[in-house]
């Protein structure tokens, strides 16, 4: 089933966010239908930096390219900006479709962008972002576009929905408004939008948008639900106790009900049927 095909289900699709081949591995493991790239927590993990548009292009490609060498579910890339104008739209939607993407999100901020959830966002005009999306789609084979606006904290809810039905007209297969403020705005957004093309709603764990489970934005409406940097908090959180308790005791042993022994990890990445899978090449010898 391709991704299209799933976000026409009336499920909702839950995509939790990961940022790298274990990461997008154990969500396979939890049972997870698709995967979510988030720039801003390959920014968090490979730099310690915010999301401040530090990502490039390519760092992002070589991410997509290692998580699809790992699991085979569908991928969902942010491309942020599309890193420049619409002609850098296009070779970033051909880079991460080789690399493995299966949809690719574009936003209408400037460039540098910041986080959705971050206040003092710029807009580029609606014209433009238009402009983008029909670029995508020319360069595009197989992948989705998700057209995604943060005018909501700029403009207000009003222009907001205005841009993204300019954007389904463009011929956005998926539209995002990001930061939605209250479920009466979740409630529009869905009653102004919902019948030109499958939704996102995005979950950040103190972010703008109230918090709601996949049920509940089912309910209102919702075809897809992203936790784009929830790994990346729960990690972030594990490794500050972690390193915390080694360096107050010198030895992991307190620690050690709270993480995996080293035949434990090794289960999870599949070491034994690797080194098995390798026997079957090494001949007679």
Request: hydrophobic share 45%; net charge negative; charged share 25%.
């Amino acid at each position: 089933m391709t991704l299209g095909q799933r976000l026409a289900e009336p499920r909702i699709l839950v995509a939790p966010g990961v940022y790298d081949g274990l990461t997008a591995l154990v969500a396979s493991q939890a049972g997870a239908e698709a995967l979510y790239l988030s720039g801003a927590s390959i920014a968090y993990t490979r730099f310690g930096r915010p999301d401040l548009g530090l990502v490039s292009m390519s760092e992002v490609a070589e991410t997509v390219a290692v998580i699809r060498d790992r699991v085979g579910l569908p991928l969902i890339v942010d491309a942020d900006t599309g890193f420049g104008n619409a002609l850098n739209v296009q070779r970033t939607v051909r880079a991460f479709e080789r690399a493995g993407a299966d949809a690719i999100q574009l936003e209408d901020q400037t460039l540098p962008k910041r986080c959705g959830h971050l206040d003092g966002k710029v807009l580029v005009p609606a014209a433009e972002m238009v402009g983008k999306i029909r670029a995508a789609l020319d360069a595009r084979d197989r992948t989705l576009v998700i057209a995604r606006t943060d005018a909501v904290a700029v403009e207000g809810l009003g222009p907001a929905l205005d841009r993204a039905e300019a954007y389904a007209e463009a011929g956005a297969d998926v539209l995002f408004v990001e930061a939605l403020r209250s479920r009466e705005e979740m409630a529009e957004a869905v009653a102004r939008l919902g019948h030109r093309a499958p939704l996102m709603a995005n979950m950040v764990e103190g972010g703008k948008t109230p918090a709601a489970d996949a049920g509940e934005l089912e309910e209102l409406g919702f075809s897809l639900v992203i936790f784009p940097g929830g790994a990346v908090r729960a990690v972030a959180r594990q490794a500050q106790d972690y390193y915390a308790s080694l360096m107050a005791h010198g030895t992991n042993a307190p620690f050690a009900g709270r993480m995996h022994d080293f035949a434990g990890l090794n289960a999870v990445i599949g070491t034994p049927e690797m080194i098995e899978l390798g026997k079957r090449y090494e001949g007679d010898a």
